[in-house]
């Protein structure tokens, strides 16, 4: 069970160049996410109606898709346009389309009622969009229900043992740091947490000249629904980081993170690591995402051997420590706005339903 | 559910050669087939009915084989004949056997009541055993129901798209041909189509000294329960169509292609397909050959998408266009057939079910 | 289904080196085997209760385990003893423990009523630790249930159809020879054959000088829930066989074997294979540990497929032969047992059942 009525991001905008018809799986529905010739992308549902043939097997047209098993033609909005040897079109004989919008670098998907759609409720990440920031957005496959991701990013001390050597830098962050705020939100939480005069994580040391230096490390990061995370990240020398927003000299990232679910027990994983102290030249972008993918991989390990686990014994009912209070309260708010929009009725287009041939 | 009483296509007569216990489940059931000594075919039950080992990991001994876990053997028919170390051979120590008959290099098996197998009602497609016809006959196994592909032979549109470079030729063939004739069959139906004054097919160019001159081209084909194809092709030189039967200087072919379910979602695919202008050398029949599977591999990767997509959405619904009337009719057809037999519980021989060792 | 309150075999002590996590499921439960410093052997269930991250996943430190995931440790006993960043431990955050022995190179682990578990209840093979007898205990896994495995060494006429060129000899073995004793325990059965003047079998030829010379051949086997094979085998001059316990000249074998099942349709397959004739070279013992993998190898063969077919048609019933008579007696027997434990309610400990965080 899904939220549906909401934004999900689907694509990366440059895998959707040179015509390609890319079907991707979102809430367990195929997807054709395509670019048209008028430079607009469009999204329908992946299944021809006719025999289901998957159109992104088929051929792009215009701004049209044609199913290449009998030639059945549909525009962008799903509206059939041409049956080969048939001159009337049956008004049925439509493709579900899904509203899209594009921003910074991410294609975003709606997947409930289409007339709820409003682009305003996009998580406006600005630094997505804005030069002075760099980074380069990257993708991942999950083997893992995506709430499984959502938990790993809301506990941080999970750096210290999963990441010691990469984006953690010690087991001492487990140990002397703590959120020093936890904000309950509507929508899901906010977390401060402050790691005082200590090394450089190893992702850090490697785009910084001077490597041994002690910091300040502070990180706020929102968690959002249906699954969006995004964080602040600052590194001042030790000693200043309090007086940091004011004094300058401090280096900064920005990290957002997007777990779209693909089925029940697999994700998609998109995000973007970006930084606001390099120059044109992409290198710091470039060894960023390196380290970033390096501990992506280290949670990929755990995480897909949870879904496992708890698949293998659906009875396994997880015990909460302290540290668990966020994610426990992600998953009450996640749960109420999926059970009410489940009440509403309201989570599926009033959808046409053809008659089979063969009935 | 399948219809029982009639005649599959099994195996190719050279799968049988060199006392091979050629294993194929058919219609879910695990077959063993063999030549004996004798020469003559045989098709048990593929599994012991001891301890459950396979009869094909067992070996050939004169007209019968002995199922090599505990050295048990059994005639041709089924019947024990031998246990080692035991003198009593209990009665209801035997295997199944299905009736079988060899036509034209195809082995057919009778899956249902063995007092109902009647030789005749075998479909007699004269061309397998005429020498004037030559021809390859061949294999292939589907990921897919069968009748996907039934649906997919009963549309010929599909040529136009799914084969516009391979047997299809153009996409001209789905806007500018139609059936002529659609003739429904109690047990199928029966299509004839033309395409005038056309540019030959890739496959067909192949095989004749003029790869340009324009053609009249005809197909006349049979579907017939429970997956049975074939067809007359006939190409005319253009203008010279409808004289071809009595003025000659036409090239002809005949195509049988026999759809025999494996599993609920997969199929054993015989075919052959046939020309009457080869001289000795079978150069031309080599080529069809290759045209033919090159085809096939066309329509599986399309079929076996369309199966993943049903099973994925199991509610998913068809919705027919005009071209699909003939499959719509064949499906009817069927299920009335598989009904009836089904109530007549007659599909079954009474079958000997031994009580359990270790019960 | 499986019996509980007994010892299972569930490693080889040579697994256990290097400070090694193995984790192993064992009745469908995933285990955590190590040896920590002190030397002693610790059984844990392999599932951190926190948030179900494989424990054989962290890190061994002294003689507990620390989960990597969030840094929560365990102590032998599966005790919590640190949660960092959190001064109170939760009773309830504790993980199973399991009662472990070792015995000759085997690791023992009770997987029912730990309140119950009796180390004399171990079955006492001593050849296992006694120096004048010699072999390599080793390990195969198998893809089928282990009673089809059971059911496998409950017949040794199998030894003349599967195991013709490696164990068996010849095809005689199966009509010439016959259990002289078959007795009925109420924990199993114990077998007694011989074979008279007959040529030695391939793998014994292997082993000694005189490859040629008749050979008297007795085996006595018994079997023993929940699926522990043993075995004395005596090759003597032909003619002597009768006279041999007191005369000697013979050659003798002590073989274990223990199925211990992994889960219903998988098993862990543990094993030696020991002589009383080879000096401190252990040339015989490998010679004897090739002939029996490629032996088993036959086997694995047959009873995988045993499974596969049993699980494509659960309704298959198999029907006894006179030869099934000991391993019929033996499913009676573990079903009394299964069934009494079940009813007597006392198979698992009284378990924490934990409070999820996110519930």
Redesign the interface.
């Known amino acids: 069970m899904f939220l549906k009525n909401c934004w999900y991001v689907a694509a990366l905008d440059h895998e959707l160049t040179d015509g390609k018809l890319l079907n991707r799986t979102v809430l367990g529905e ?1 997807l054709l996410l395509y670019r048209g010739e008028s430079g607009r992308v469009n999204v329908l549902n992946d ?1 021809c ?6 159109l992104s ?1 088929g051929r792009l047209e215009g701004d049209g898709v ?7 033609k549909y525009d962008g909005s799903g509206k059939c346009t041409q ?4 001159d009337m079109i ?1 008004p ?2 439509r493709v579900r389309s899904y509203p899209v919008l594009e921003r910074g670098h991410f294609v975003w998907v709606w997947m409930g009622d289409a007339a709820k759609a409003d682009p305003a409720s996009i998580l406006d990440l600005r630094y997505l969009e804005d030069s002075n920031w760099k980074g380069i957005p990257a993708y991942l496959h999950y083997d893992a229900n995506y709430l499984l991701i959502v ?1 790993n990013l809301s ?1 941080f ?2 750096l ?3 990441h010691t050597k990469t984006l953690g830098g010690s ?1 001492e962050y ?2 002397v740091s ?1 959120p020093s705020v936890i904000e309950r939100l509507e929508n899901g939480f906010r977390v401060e947490r402050w790691h005082w005069d200590s090394d450089p994580p190893p992702f850090h040391q490697k785009v910084i000249p001077d490597k041994t230096a002690k910091v300040d490390r502070r990180n706020i990061a929102w968690m959002t629904v249906p699954g969006i995370f995004n964080m602040e990240t600052l590194f001042a020398p030790a000693g200043q980081g309090k007086q940091t927003a004011a004094a300058g000299g401090a280096k900064e990232y920005r990290n957002c993170q997007f777990m779209t679910p693909e089925t029940e027990r697999t994700t998609h994983f998109f995000w973007s690591y970006l930084n606001n102290f390099e120059g044109e030249d992409s290198t710091i972008s470039r060894s960023l995402l390196d380290s970033l993918i390096e501990g992506f991989m280290e949670d990929k ?2 995480i897909e ?2 879904q496992k ?2 698949e ?1 014994d659906p009875s ?10 966020p ?2 309260h992600f ?1 009450r708010v996640l749960d109420r706005l999926i059970n009410a929009e489940q009440n509403s009725g309201a989570t599926q287009p009033a959808e046409v ?7």
């Not at 109606?49 to 998957?54: C, V, W, Y």
């Not at 339903?353 to 009935?359: F, I, K, L, M, Y």
């Open positions: 195929h299944r109606p006719h025999r289901g043939a998957l097997q044609r199913c290449m098993y009998h030639g059945i049956i080969p040897g048939q049956p049925k004989l938990d506990d001390s999970h210290a043992f999963v087991e487990a140990y703590k390990a755990i051997r949870q686990t708890l293998e396994f009912q997880m015990l909460g420590i302290l540290a668990d209070a994610l426990a998953r339903r053809p008659t089979t041939a063969a009935g």
